[in-house]
């Protein structure tokens, strides 16, 4: 094989990765989104589909209804110009560090005694940014670190300097591109326009929309009601005899290769998928020979994919058993086993229970992999409660010897929360490790408030140290931008801006720092 071909193949090979997201990317943008499912009497295949889309949707309501006040509130402060403070602050619960270290003063007074406050004002529609950072390190305060950013420019303001130090997108591009021509001038505006799209998520609505058109309808269009069999099916779950109707969907090999055929066809000639990637990517630096040779690589991965489709072995077809009651799935058993030939099979496999009531909610899934040499299960279970005023929910993801456990106990009083929540994980030797994060919250009409307190759980450190965090957030009219003592960096010749680094700048970090240890006025 000729080095051109290795280089080639072994592309294409790393591609493959990428197609496969792609794939996963164009189903989850759609979901089970058969919500145009609305026959007086359903087929089997509907049942199939609407029981798949509702049993999703009742998790992500679940969600929604526990804490819409937070959501609400995310998208207040998108819709709205707002600002909002963190301080950060330490405190040590131990002796080891109570030792004194000259002049009466401990390291543990200093962690105690040091705080962080960033505050940040943010106008999504506007496009306008200004955050605000202090530092007080046990009495020795620096602030006045000013970071802005508007549609047009990025500014900078420095405690030691009475400039605001800005460059334009267009100028910063330009200086980027003639140290770096691969870089283009535009992507650094489109890099900080990332900031402002914290809603816009990896598609947008009008992309889901298109991608379920093309590709989700496409596969349920594949699927006929002969691939469905329906029965009644008395089976346990929790512990209860349930009567439910059984639904087995059964994809044949051919079919199954059908369908991934087609998906990579439409893959192969989607001018969609090239405008998401490209929005998507925005941020990275790519020439138009680096686009050329990307796509090039992907509609050879594509191509190769096709190929692999048609020679791939799939004995059993797919399989996917589920059993619904009152419109609800309460089990369900997944299998399929594919491989490049019939000597090389990977199969995988998903089964489980759930339940769904009015307060309580439970599922017990385990998904394993199995390939003639090695056989790995994980499971994944919870059990949840929510009543409208209390939250106690556990949930637990096991593989191997490794257990990682989430568990919250929360009290809603109208908009104000109370929650005692850890995330512990359990290794091999049976040894536990949590972060612990307990706090409250309070939300009114434009302004909300919350104290949040972290700590690492370590059954063998008897010292320990807290981060405190502490939220505060409002509305306000509009971001506070400077208006005075601008130096626009990108209007000043090589020779203007060496001198003014090297005259007024370092003149006035040299007076500051001088200040700032305790020599006022400088030398």
Same mark, same amino acid.
Request: proline share 2%.
């Given at each position: 094989?000729?080095?051109?071909?290795?280089?080639?193949?072994?592309?294409?090979?790393?591609?493959?990765?990428?197609?496969?997201?792609?794939?996963?990317?164009?189903?989850?943008?759609?979901?089970?989104?058969?919500?145009?499912?609305?026959?007086?009497?359903?087929?089997?295949?509907?049942?199939?589909?609407?029981?798949?889309?509702?049993?999703?949707?009742?998790?992500?309501?679940?969600?929604?209804?526990?804490?819409?006040?937070?959501?609400?509130?995310?998208?207040?402060? &998108?819709?709205?110009?707002?600002?909002?403070?963190?301080?950060?602050?330490?405190?040590?619960?131990?002796?080891?560090?109570?030792?004194?270290?000259?002049?009466?003063?401990?390291?543990?007074?200093?962690?105690?005694?040091?705080?962080?406050?960033?505050?940040?004002?943010?106008?999504?529609?506007?496009?306008?940014?200004?955050?605000?950072?202090?530092?007080?390190?046990?009495?020795?305060?620096?602030?006045?670190?000013?970071?802005?950013?508007?549609?047009?420019?990025?500014?900078?303001?420095?405690?030691?300097?009475?400039?605001?130090?800005?460059?334009?997108?267009?100028?910063?591009?330009?200086?980027?591109?003639?140290?770096?021509?691969?870089?283009?001038?535009?992507?650094?505006?489109?890099?900080?326009?990332?900031?402002?799209?914290?809603?816009?998520?990896?598609?947008?609505?009008?992309?889901? /929309?298109?991608?379920?058109? &093309?590709?989700?309808?496409?596969?349920?269009?594949?699927?006929?009601?002969?691939? $469905?069999?329906?029965?009644?099916?008395?089976?346990?779950?929790?512990?209860?005899?349930?009567?439910?109707?059984?639904?087995?969907?059964?994809?044949?090999?051919?079919?199954?290769?059908?369908?991934?055929?087609?998906?990579?066809?439409?893959?192969?000639?989607?001018?969609?998928?090239?405008?998401?990637?490209?929005?998507?990517?925005?941020?990275?630096?790519?020439?138009?020979?680096?686009?050329?040779?990307?796509?090039?690589?992907?509609?050879?991965?594509?191509? &190769?994919?096709?190929?692999?489709?048609?020679?791939?072995?799939?004995?059993?077809?797919?399989?996917?058993?589920?059993?619904?009651?009152?419109?609800?799935?309460?089990?369900?058993?997944?299998?399929?086993?594919?491989?490049?030939?019939?000597?090389?099979?990977?199969?995988?496999?998903?089964?489980?229970?759930?339940?769904?009531?009015?307060?309580?909610?439970?599922?017990?899934?385990?998904?394993?992999?199995?390939?003639?040499?090695?056989?790995?299960?994980?499971?994944?279970?919870?059990?949840?409660?929510?009543?409208?005023?209390?939250?106690?929910?556990?949930?637990?993801? &096991?593989?191997?010897?490794?257990?990682?456990?989430?568990?919250?106990?929360?009290?809603?009083?109208?908009?104000?929360?109370?929650?005692?929540?850890?995330?512990?994980?359990?290794?091999?030797?049976?040894?536990?490790?949590?972060?612990?994060?307990?706090?409250?919250?309070?939300?009114?009409?434009?302004?909300?408030?919350?104290?949040?307190? $972290?700590?690492?759980?370590?059954?063998?450190?008897?010292?320990?140290? /807290?981060?405190?965090?502490?939220?505060?957030?409002?509305?306000?009219?509009?971001?506070?931008?400077?208006?005075?003592?601008?130096?626009?960096?990108?209007?000043?010749?090589?020779?203007?801006?060496?001198?003014?680094?090297?005259?007024?700048?370092?003149?006035?970090?040299?007076?500051?720092?001088?200040?700032?240890?305790?020599?006022?006025?400088?030398?």
């Amino acid at each position: 094989m000729t080095e051109q071909a290795h280089t080639a193949r072994k592309k294409s090979a790393s591609f493959k990765n990428i197609i496969a997201i792609v794939i996963i990317v164009l189903l989850v943008s759609g979901g089970v989104a058969l919500a145009y499912i609305s026959k007086s009497d359903p087929t089997t295949k509907d049942r199939y589909f609407t029981a798949e889309k509702d049993s999703i949707d009742l998790y992500k309501d679940t969600f929604k209804k526990r804490y819409q006040t937070e959501l609400d509130w995310m998208d207040y402060v &998108e819709a709205n110009p707002s600002e909002t403070s963190y301080d950060f602050s330490l405190k040590y619960d131990g002796d080891l560090l109570d030792e004194d270290i000259g002049m009466g003063i401990s390291v543990n007074e200093i962690i105690d005694n040091t705080r962080l406050t960033l505050t940040t004002q943010k106008d999504v529609k506007a496009k306008e940014l200004a955050t605000n950072l202090e530092l007080d390190l046990s009495g020795i305060k620096i602030d006045d670190i000013d970071f802005y950013l508007t549609d047009e420019a990025v500014m900078l303001g420095l405690p030691f300097l009475d400039d605001v130090l800005k460059y334009s997108f267009q100028d910063l591009g330009e200086l980027l591109h003639d140290e770096d021509p691969s870089i283009e001038p535009e992507t650094v505006k489109e890099f900080f326009d990332i900031l402002f799209n914290n809603n816009s998520g990896l598609l947008t609505e009008k992309d889901k /929309a298109h991608f379920k058109k &093309e590709y989700i309808d496409s596969i349920f269009d594949s699927i006929s009601e002969d691939d $469905f069999a329906t029965s009644e099916d008395t089976i346990d779950v929790n512990g209860q005899s349930v009567t439910t109707e059984k639904i087995d969907l059964v994809l044949e090999e051919d079919k199954v290769k059908d369908i991934f055929i087609t998906l990579l066809d439409k893959l192969e000639s989607e001018e969609k998928i090239r405008e998401v990637l490209e929005r998507q990517l925005a941020a990275i630096t790519l020439t138009d020979e680096d686009w050329a040779d990307f796509y090039d690589e992907l509609e050879y991965g594509i191509a &190769e994919a096709k190929e692999g489709v048609k020679a791939l072995h799939i004995p059993d077809g797919l399989s996917s058993t589920i059993w619904i009651d009152n419109g609800q799935i309460v089990q369900r058993d997944f299998d399929f086993t594919i491989g490049p030939n019939a000597n090389d099979l990977v199969t995988l496999s998903i089964y489980g229970e759930q339940s769904f009531e009015k307060e309580e909610q439970s599922f017990d899934y385990t998904f394993g992999i199995e390939d003639g040499f090695i056989d790995h299960a994980a499971t994944l279970s919870g059990d949840l409660f929510w009543n409208g005023k209390e939250i106690d929910d556990t949930v637990k993801f &096991e593989a191997d010897d490794v257990s990682v456990t989430y568990t919250t106990q929360e009290t809603v009083d109208k908009k104000d929360r109370e929650f005692d929540r850890e995330f512990s994980v359990t290794d091999g030797f049976n040894e536990t490790y949590g972060l612990l994060w307990e706090g409250h919250a309070a939300y009114e009409k434009d302004q909300m408030s919350s104290e949040h307190t $972290f700590a690492i759980d370590d059954p063998y450190d008897t010292e320990s140290v /807290a981060l405190q965090v502490g939220i505060d957030s409002k509305r306000i009219k509009a971001v506070d931008l400077p208006t005075d003592n601008i130096k626009d960096l990108g209007d000043m010749s090589e020779t203007e801006l060496m001198n003014y680094f090297e005259r007024d700048v370092s003149e006035q970090f040299e007076l500051w720092i001088m200040k700032l240890v305790g020599f006022p006025g400088g030398f």
